[in-house]
């Protein structure tokens, strides 16, 4: 019913109407009572969202409470004792021993007034020495803290703490090799040198091309340390031996365009996992320790047709590859380094989409230890012993409760160009009956990057509730191998849109949800492909959530001063130095391709200072959106379906979302509730009106302190 003052309103019109046009005055009244609607519609959305978030933080709390205990990469095993890193500390105990003896080694009180989270944690050879990251809250900069580890249970104090570091490894028990971080940087390669009469430090090498970032890595066998200096299109990797760790580092080979490359050790030998093979695809190469230059590199291993190498791990008479094949499924292959013929495939359970290899300093076992998990399936550590009769096995580990049904379908939309682009749809309801669930959808394709499908909580407690979660595999990620992320990036980003419009048409051909009932979820750099999808096919989603979102390419591109914009020109392109890469991004730049039209409503979580995605790209797009919505629903003489855009302004500069359990788990809460809101669910994930209903009811949203 119309409120009172509506009708008031109404009669009033009605009376002017003797002395005016009338069908002006009926326009006016539609469009007067079309905006009551819709203030009362805002009131009554934001007051249902709240009380949404409220209820959601508990459903969370209780769902993290539930998986607490599954396992993940905080633990890890020394030569004889077994590490947790939490967030504020790390703690040992003795081999075999159970939770009671678990003693502290290290703390975060002990940075002062700096506060953080522990995160990097590396061992010296022997055991004896810590080193670890602690990284500031709400900021990128990180400490590196180092502990002498004592045989008593007594923590010690640090022995020196290092600011600014990035990447650090222990060439002995008292040589450590580490990159200083200078905003987004890292260019230089410092050794400190522990001795008994105090420490000293000196700069070993120092990058000259700022496109290139810098890291120290140690080999499987501790036997090298690597200087990895990396950039978009090429790589080069010098390397320190351990047993001379104060001598210079040696060149593996001088970077060039197009060459991609990584370095491990075994017995003498260097194995070089390159982009050297069929299609400029990574395969694995192999040369004398004394001999380490490309014209000397002998290919071993190349994968089988349409499987692409993903990650590499040398065990001591063994190597393992995590390879994705075709249709986006996982396995392993192994072979024995001394008979680099004989490869063994070792097949993953049906449910994995996430390999997490697990760090371990026991050096001599011949077993590979990692995770498997899904979005919706928790972590289960596993391990693979290449030499046993049952190679792969689970750890023992305590099995989460199972969800009643769980189906998981591989799709493939064939997008603009005849291209085959792979999706992976999660749902519980039989795919002949999805047409009227909620639908989220997720989205990446940058940098040639998978699309993250590691366990998350909220991702299992959505599917609880009946909807469907659809990964969308798009070009520009990494997922079809270093040929896919080639066909998505620079002049090719538009393949990236057509890909994910592919995916969503795919996905309602298949009778999976429908518009109304759809939202897309994108973060940073996926956020390109998200605004870019919202301008060109807005009919298509109803909700967009994106989290510290990269938006106005063409301006970030402009400004060489960000830390970030000279080493991502392989990405999209310099617009200052070609009118070609200007002419590209424009084509596509969310920010710059806002027109007036129904957008679908959006939840933008941004982050004040966060270093990465400027704040200001992010205000422009939302100042612009805003002005867009405006002008479009001013011309509405009937009630129709107005999106909300909401900025969630944060302090602190967490790019990848907040540290504190807290802070998350209210921005997970806001997210759910928004969802639920605007797709006009209840509580179960059922929608609680018709289409029509929802858009004349909860959809009318002309709230200036929302649009």
Request: with cysteine; aromatic share 8%.
């Amino acid at each position: 019913m119309i409120s009172f003052t509506t009708s008031v309103v109404c009669l009033f019109l009605r009376s002017v109407s003797r002395s005016l046009n009338l069908s002006y005055c009926k326009r006016q009244c539609i469009r007067m009572t079309t905006r009551l609607y819709a203030v009362d519609a805002v009131k009554a959305d934001q007051r249902k969202q709240k009380r949404l978030e409220k209820r959601f933080e508990r459903k969370l709390r209780s769902v993290y409470r539930q998986f607490a205990d599954v396992p993940d990469s905080t633990v890890f095993q020394g030569l004889h004792h077994v590490y947790t890193v939490e967030a504020h500390g790390v703690y040992r105990s003795a081999r075999g021993e159970d939770e009671e003896h678990i003693v502290p080694v290290l703390s975060a009180d002990w940075a002062g007034d700096v506060g953080g989270t522990f995160q990097r944690v590396r061992l010296s050879p022997s055991e004896s020495m810590l080193a670890a990251a602690l990284k500031s809250n709400h900021s990128e900069v990180a400490r590196c803290m180092l502990v002498r580890l004592e045989p008593c249970a007594i923590p010690q104090e640090p022995m020196l703490i290092l600011d600014n570091v990035f990447s650090f490894e222990w060439a002995t028990d008292d040589v450590l090799y580490y990159t200083s971080q200078e905003g987004l940087r890292c260019r230089h390669v410092f050794r400190l040198h522990l001795t008994n009469t105090g420490f000293h430090s000196m700069l070993v090498y120092e990058e000259k091309d700022p496109e290139f970032f810098v890291e120290v890595i140690q080999s499987r066998d501790q036997r090298l340390l690597t200087i990895n200096c990396s950039s978009k299109c090429s790589s080069e990797v010098w390397m320190i031996d351990s047993r001379s760790p104060l001598s210079p580092p040696k060149l593996v080979q001088r970077r060039q365009p197009g060459l991609l490359y990584h370095v491990e050790h075994s017995d003498n030998q260097l194995y070089v996992l390159a982009n050297t093979g069929p299609g400029h695809e990574y395969e694995l190469l192999r040369t004398s320790l004394s001999s380490p230059a490309m014209c000397y590199w002998e290919p071993v291993y190349s994968p089988g047709p349409g499987a692409v190498i993903k990650d590499m791990d040398m065990l001591p008479d063994h190597c393992v590859f995590t390879l994705r094949g075709p249709q986006g499924r996982l396995h392993l292959q192994t072979f024995p380094l001394k008979s680099p013929n004989d490869v063994t495939i070792h097949h993953l359970p049906s449910w994995s989409f996430d390999v997490e290899a697990e760090r371990s300093d026991t050096l001599k076992r011949n077993v590979f230890h990692f995770l498997l998990s899904s979005p919706v399936h928790p972590p289960a550590r596993y391990l693979l012993s290449p030499t046993d009769e049952r190679p792969i096995s689970c750890n023992g580990v305590r099995q989460h409760t199972a969800l009643a049904e769980c189906h998981t379908t591989h799709l493939q939309a064939i997008s603009q160009d005849g291209t085959a682009v792979p999706l992976t749809l999660f749902h519980t309801k039989s795919l002949a009956d999805l047409n009227d669930v909620p639908l989220l959808l997720h989205v990446y394709g940058a940098y040639g990057l998978d699309l993250n499908m590691a366990f998350s909580p909220e991702k299992r407690l959505l599917l609880e509730d009946n909807w469907a979660l659809a990964y969308c595999h798009v070009r520009g990620g990494g997922e079809c191998g270093l040929a896919w992320h080639r066909a998505g990036c620079l002049q090719h980003k538009q393949n990236g849109v057509e890909d994910l419009t592919a995916c969503i048409q795919t996905l309602f051909q298949s009778g999976v949800s429908q518009p109304a009932l759809t939202a897309l979820t994108a973060r940073s750099a996926g956020a390109v492909l998200a605004g870019a999808l919202c301008n060109q096919h807005p009919h298509l989603l109803r909700a967009v959530l994106l989290q510290a979102p990269f938006l106005d390419v063409l301006s970030t591109m402009q400004d060489s001063s960000l830390p970030l914009t000279i080493e991502e020109r392989g990405e999209w392109g310099d617009p200052l130095a070609y009118t070609r890469d200007w002419d590209n991004i424009a084509s596509y730049c969310p920010c710059h391709n806002i027109t007036p039209q129904l957008y679908p409503s959006m939840l933008i979580t941004a982050y004040s200072e966060d270093s990465r995605v400027p704040l200001a790209g992010v205000l422009k797009y939302v100042e612009k959106l805003k002005k867009a919505i405006q002008t479009h629903t001013s011309n509405l003489s009937v009630k129709e379906h107005v999106p909300a855009v909401i900025l969630d302004l944060q302090p602190g500069g967490d790019h990848f979302g907040p540290e504190d359990y807290d802070q998350s788990m209210c921005e997970i809460a806001r997210q759910l509730a928004f969802l639920y809101t605007t797709l006009g669910l209840g509580v179960h994930g059922k929608v609680e009106m018709n289409h029509e209903e929802n858009s004349m009811k909860s959809d009318i949203i002309l709230n200036s302190e929302l649009v």
